[in-house]
């Protein structure tokens, strides 16, 4: 396993976990300014021991970041901590290791860098995204799985939300206009302002269906009832995250 780098201080490495939820599998992040003594990893990845020595022997390991909850992002943290003594930082603290929780709004100073933590829930109520920024460089955003590089996230249960879900579109599309993004799953995002406004337009096109779905089946109908007609045409290895964003676009129409 090797680095990938993006910019001269952005760089990924890529688990060996690929599968319908995760695509090819989940980038951890490794940040470093050039020159700097440490550096900063985001999202361990899953509990790979081959993963987690190649984070380790990336360099002095000062902080690691994690964007939201899901296991493919932070089961690896307790054995990145345990190689390297890096405290582990996560909106929900039942994700933090000797670190305190992730504040949206909050700047961190590390690795050279800034770093500044966006709120952005929707895919889960806990996701953040981050704005990294070294000295001469253009930022680069870190996504999680807000946006990712190829398709669209789910809405996941139990706290996914589309309210919050358009809402953290926003914030995204007014830092990211022209701008590199670094998604948790598939390739890197070369215009996140972009790549936001086709999210936002999926995700209307979908609500749309619902709408009419209920308009078909009657205002009670159920979840799986309107999966069924909204997605008759996906792959059945994604219907379970389908059935998911159906519940919250559910949820936001009966709101």
């Given at each position: 396993m090797t680095l990938r780098r993006l910019t001269p201080s952005v760089s990924v490495l890529r688990a060996g976990n690929p599968g319908p939820m995760t695509l090819d599998g989940t980038r951890s992040v490794v940040l470093r300014a050039p020159g700097a003594a440490s550096c900063v990893v985001v999202d361990p990845g899953p509990d790979d021991a081959a993963h987690l020595d190649a984070l380790a022997d990336a360099g002095r390991v000062a902080l690691v970041l994690v964007t939201h909850r899901h296991a493919d992002h932070t089961a690896g943290s307790?054995?990145?901590?345990?190689?390297?003594?890096a405290p582990v930082r996560a909106a929900?603290?039942?994700h933090c290791h000797g670190g305190?929780?992730?504040?949206?709004?909050?700047?961190?100073?590390?690795?050279?860098?800034?770093i500044d933590v966006l709120a952005t829930p929707g895919h889960t109520a806990d996701s953040v995204s981050f704005?990294?920024?070294?000295?001469?460089?253009?930022?680069?955003?870190?996504t999680g799985d807000t946006v990712l590089g190829r398709g669209t996230t789910v809405l996941a249960e139990p706290d996914g939300s589309l309210a919050?879900?358009?809402?953290?579109?926003?914030?995204?599309?007014a830092v990211g206009d022209g701008r590199l993004a670094v998604p948790a799953h598939g390739p890197e995002v070369e215009d996140l302002g972009t790549a936001v406004r086709a999210y936002r337009e999926h995700r209307l096109v979908r609500l749309a269906q619902v709408r009419s779905a209920l308009d078909v089946l009657g205002r009670d109908a159920d979840v799986d009832t309107v999966?069924?007609?909204?997605?008759?045409?996906?792959?059945?290895?994604?219907?379970?995250?389908?059935?998911?964003?159906v519940a919250a676009q559910l949820a936001y129409l009966r709101r």
């Open positions: 307790p054995g990145l901590r345990d190689r390297t003594g929900d603290p039942a305190d929780p992730l504040a949206g709004g909050e700047t961190i100073a590390a690795a050279g860098l800034r704005v990294v920024t070294a000295p001469g460089e253009d930022p680069v955003v870190l919050d879900y358009l809402a953290s579109l926003d914030v995204l599309e999966t069924a007609h909204v997605y008759a045409d996906v792959d059945p290895s994604v219907v379970r995250a389908a059935r998911q964003s």
